[in-house]
């Protein structure tokens, strides 16, 4: 399958149906699933629907979810991606198994993904939104240079939003 991403460190696939219990495993840790799925237990079906979207989104727009291997070991270290957004700009996403964390590997990961996204696919602008009290993942928005526009509380959760603009909407604001 094409759309592989690699770093010095990581390998980036796109998530496949065959991947479906390690992927629900990671989506369902503790630590990914408090902020990802706002602490909320997915179902295996909500998983591979999750899996399903992400294939028809490389299908159709070159993006989706990828899982991070290390590139030594073929370890799963998590996963990176973008969410497409009907009419807007698409919403990076990631998250790391508890193992590998305060290795750079998100950092590493989703610099990865957007950089693929703004300069292959020449996407104009990047999305990401974050609870507030997720401060390593805040720590990765700023490291990827993404710029903080907004805060909102919904449903009682302070959620920060950051975006990142392609060189040409850089160049034309």
């Known amino acids: 399958m094409g759309h592989e991403l690699t770093t010095s460190r990581l390998r980036l696939e796109p998530c496949r149906i065959e991947d479906i219990e390690r992927t629900h495993a990671l989506w369902t840790a503790d630590h990914v699933r408090r902020f990802l799925f706002d602490d909320r237990q997915i179902s295996h ?35 990176a991606g973008l969410l497409r957004a009907e009419e807007e700009a698409p919403n990076l996403i990631y998250g790391i198994h508890l193992g ?59 959620l920060l939003y950051f975006e990142r603009l392609g060189l040409g909407e850089r160049e034309a604001s």
Request: aromatic share 10%.
């Open 45 to 79: 079906a909500e998983a591979r629907s999750f899996i399903e979207a992400s294939l028809a989104s490389f299908e159709s727009y070159g993006y989706g979810l990828w899982l991070i291997l290390e590139r030594d070991t073929n370890q799963l270290v998590g996963f």
């Open 100 to 158: 590998f964390g305060g290795n750079g590997y998100a950092t590493e990961a989703a610099g990865r993904v957007l950089r693929y996204a703004l300069e292959s696919l020449e996407i104009t602008k990047v999305k990401a939104d974050v609870d507030e009290p997720n401060v390593e993942s805040v720590r990765v928005l700023e490291k990827l240079n993404m710029k903080r526009v907004h805060r909102a509380v919904l449903e009682g959760r302070p």
